[in-house]
């Protein structure tokens, strides 16, 4: 289910009905969001519940005897178990044509003329996003970080929770799986701020990327030919507005959905495009993912406790899964690759060439960031190399005759738009919308609300996919 | 921070700004009707109608010209049959003629409106793939995509507002749309924008809107659109190296269906002035269409071939006007019973 269509919004009035009336003690309302979470996955693909059963039970199991086994050896094999399990369904059911396809090409490169069947396999939506959530939970139990589960439902619903289970974010047990241990209720302001952040992220998705940046991508990226500087930078820019919106305008309901529930989710973004450099693009872009990143595969891998090569080693280690994480393609393992150099060069130029951020260099800083970024969504957007390539050229000017196909006023939109987008990144920086939301007087917040709520009936969302189910 | 005042401006000013929005447009009625739209919901809900359908059954496929010039209710009518209608605005039947052979065991008859640009043309190119997303909707159709589709529909029903298309060169309400309309000269040559110039029933009739006849400017500006890419159509002998393979491609299934029983009538509706100009250098009658009934061996009506079928004016060169329609569906299903194709079920 999507959190822009209509059915969606009906299930979450009888999800709220039931959640806030009499009917169930604490534990039935944890019971009926738990069946609620099955309905909403499984309304697009019935069976593919059982994924999630199996990774619930697993990881339930796993979990138990973490807690109570002392034995290394076997806590090692509960934990291998776990990941198994995830991995192998992940690997299954997301990897295993390209890993076939890759198999293929080095095989019949040495001349086996070998042909792979596809088999057209469906990806299950958001299985990349439970699957780094629940082995979060056993390595977590593994490393005796966190608690075990108090109950079978707990864990269940920490791995199901709908506003969260298909994109994220991506929420650690103990931050969790907590606050299902006491009944919850959202205050009145809880309530209607939750509402006010559904009302924001279903703009940004319907409005902002649906409606006035994603065409302008699908034009300049499905041209086919090699393009004007111009258009392969706006069309590059407009991605750049669509996944930030896209994804952002996902985790904004995800976080309001649960906050009308009295359940409060960690943020995932905070205004990445105004970062002063690297290190601090993945401290606010996709926040869970790069700390889920640096905390269960930077660190194992060596983090910077020895030494410098074995650092830069890991981090580009780090980057390039992450690139995969995305998606099966080696456009995406590049995409992770680029930003694993930017973070190393960052750290390089901070030990060699080091200088103070002031305000007058800092959004100099900020905007060469964003530009450097825009480098990288090059790869993540173009399926094909050969796309990417083209677009790069076209953006350092190598093809001055490229073809146009924008128009003037989809130049002037994006330009206008993602120059807003960059500002308001800016200035928002150290800052967030509930501050500033407080200072503003009921009419002028009322007003803004009222506008974004009309822009979204009449964008008329067609019920488009967001950008991150696929991973 | 009280956020109650907030909420509640926010209400007033959405309900308030959401109704001079639907006034407005209620107002233009030459252009904008509440109603279902003809989307991939809409001809999915059709479709299933196929699953369960007899030898008896009439099935129509074709582009635009098929849901304007053939009316469902006058067919049963006469026949005394509603046909089931897949008939599709701005897309080729092909993929719809391919899913009924290949995903159905439907055997009774298929009526084919060929607009020549559209049948003619290689699988998988740009339009076929449009037309193949909606014959994917219907296989792959989701719970959460049905049940929120039959919770649109009374909203559907009761408001102009959300006057909407697929289909991306209408002058729809939607904001995309709307924004759409937007043109600044300089870079690129302007997208011309068809204004809507019909609507339809629940059985997915198209019905031309009364200005389109009553109004000479307003055919005029269908006209241009048409005008804007008619005579960049291909010459003939640019693409007659595609033809073996497109005729070699209906053959196949057209003989799949014919040979479990099927029957396809086809029906070369007609066209006027620019419409005809160009499709006939594109696709010369005498070189595609007549060696093509030819070899398929299927009945066929052309309009070149019946006064009754070319005695009407089409306001925008290609589609009749609704009470054209209703007469031209009923002359044409009296024919094919006459000529045998067709069986009357009337009581």
Redesign the interface.
């Known amino acids: 289910?999507?959190f822009n269509?209509?059915?969606?919004v009906?299930f979450l009035v009888i999800v709220l009905a039931l959640y806030y009336s009499k009917l169930f003690s604490w534990t039935g309302k944890k019971r009926m969001l738990l069946f609620a979470s099955y309905v909403f996955y499984?309304?697009?693909?019935?069976p593919l519940v059982i994924l999630l059963w199996i990774s619930t039970a697993v990881d339930w199991v796993t979990g138990k005897k973490l807690a109570t086994e002392e034995n290394k050896r076997k806590r090692l094999y509960w934990l291998l178990l776990s990941m198994v399990v995830n991995l192998g369904f992940l690997t299954f059911f997301k990897y295993r044509d390209f890993l076939l396809d890759n198999f293929t090409t080095v095989v019949n490169s040495y001349g086996y003329g070998y042909h792979a069947a596809k088999m057209d396999i469906i990806l299950p939506m958001g299985i990349s996003f439970y699957t780094f959530q629940t082995m979060s939970y056993t390595i977590d139990m593994y490393l005796k970080r966190t608690e075990r589960a108090k109950t079978f439902l707990d864990f269940a619903l920490y791995v199901t929770f709908f506003p969260q289970l298909v994109a994220g974010p991506i929420v650690r047990a103990q931050d969790l799986i907590s606050q299902f241990y006491e009944e919850k209720r959202a205050t009145?302001?809880q309530f209607?701020?939750g509402?006010?952040l559904l009302t924001l992220g279903l703009f940004q998705k319907v409005?902002m990327a649906?409606?006035?940046l994603s065409?302008t991508v699908d034009k300049v990226y499905g041209a086919g030919k090699i393009l004007n500087f111009w258009d392969a930078w706006m069309g590059t820019l407009a991605f750049s507005g669509q996944i930030f919106f896209d994804f952002a305008g996902y985790s904004t309901c995800a976080i309001g959905i649960a906050l009308m529930l009295g359940i409060i989710l960690p943020d995932n973004f905070k205004y990445p495009y105004g970062s002063l450099g690297f290190s601090d693009l993945w401290k606010r872009w996709h926040i869970t993912l790069s700390t889920w990143l640096r905390d269960y595969l930077y660190i194992p891998l060596g983090g910077n406790r020895h030494g410098v090569a074995r650092m830069y080693a890991a981090l580009m280690i780090t980057m390039l899964l992450g690139g995969l994480w995305h998606g099966a393609a080696w456009t995406f393992i590049v995409w992770g690759g680029l930003h694993g150099t930017y973070l190393i060069l960052e750290r390089l130029q901070r030990k060699y060439i080091p200088f103070k951020i002031t305000a007058w260099n800092g959004m100099f800083l900020a905007f060469t960031t964003f530009t450097c970024v825009n480098i990288t969504w090059v790869f993540f957007r173009a399926r094909e190399f050969k796309t990417a390539w083209n677009m790069i050229t076209s953006m350092f000017y190598l093809n001055p005759d490229g073809d146009?196909?924008?128009?003037?006023?989809d130049?002037?939109?994006v330009g206008i738009i993602i120059g807003i987008l960059f500002l308001c990144h800016w200035f928002m920086r150290n800052t967030s919308v509930e501050a500033v939301?407080?200072k503003m007087h009921?009419?002028a917040?009322?007003?803004v609300?009222?506008?974004m709520?009309?822009?979204i009936?009449?964008?008329?969302g067609?019920?488009e996919q967001f950008i991150y189910f696929q991973f | 921070m009280n956020l109650k005042p907030t909420l509640i401006i926010a209400v007033a000013l959405s309900i308030l700004s959401l109704s001079i929005w639907e006034l407005y447009w209620r107002s233009q009625t030459d252009h904008f009707k509440a109603g279902l739209e003809d989307d991939r919901y809409l001809w999915a809900k059709e479709r299933a109608k196929v699953e369960t359908a007899t030898t008896q059954d009439i099935v129509l496929i074709g582009s635009s010209r098929t849901g304007f010039n053939f009316n469902t209710h006058v067919w049963e009518e006469v026949q005394g049959i509603k046909p089931i209608n897949l008939s599709t605005d701005g897309k080729p039947p092909g993929p719809f003629l391919d899913d009924i052979v290949h995903n159905t065991s439907f055997n009774g008859t298929i009526v084919i409106g060929i607009t020549p640009v559209f049948w003619f043309d290689k699988a998988n190119n740009t339009w076929w793939k449009g037309a193949q997303k909606w014959v994917d909707h219907y296989h792959d159709e989701t719970y959460a995509q049905k049940l929120g589709y039959f919770l649109s529909k009374p909203l559907q029903r009761h408001l102009v507002m959300l006057t909407s298309s697929e289909l991306k060169f209408y002058n729809d309400l939607d904001l995309k749309s709307l924004i759409n309309r937007i043109y600044i000269p300089g870079r690129i040559e302007e997208e011309r924008m068809l204004y809507n110039f019909s609507y339809h029933d629940e059985d997915r009739n198209l019905i031309m809107f009364p200005a389109m006849i009553n109004e000479p400017n307003f055919a005029k500006k269908i006209q241009y659109v048409w005008s804007g890419f008619l005579p960049y159509l291909p010459e003939y002998e640019t693409i007659k190296d595609d033809m073996p393979e497109i005729f070699e491609y209906y053959r196949n299934v057209i003989n799949l269906f014919k040979a479990r029983g099927g029957k396809i009538i086809f029906v070369r509706h007609k066209s006027e002035e620019e419409w005809n100009k160009h499709t006939k250098r594109m696709l010369p009658r005498e070189k595609v269409y007549d060696p093509f009934m030819k070899m398929i061996n299927c009945p066929s009506y052309h309009f070149e071939d019946y006064e009754f079928m070319s005695k009407y004016t089409l306001p925008d060169w290609s589609h009749m006007y609704y009470t054209d329609a209703l007469k031209y569906t009923k002359d044409i299903v009296t024919k094919m019973i006459e000529d045998g194709h067709l069986q009357s079920y009337k009581n």
């Open positions: 289910m999507l269509s209509l059915s969606f009906v499984g309304l697009w693909n019935p009145v302001n209607i701020w509402l006010f409005v649906d409606t006035l065409d146009k196909v924008l128009a003037s006023f130049i002037l939109k939301s407080k009921p009419w917040l009322g007003a609300w009222a506008f709520f009309f822009l009936v009449i964008a008329q067609s019920g």
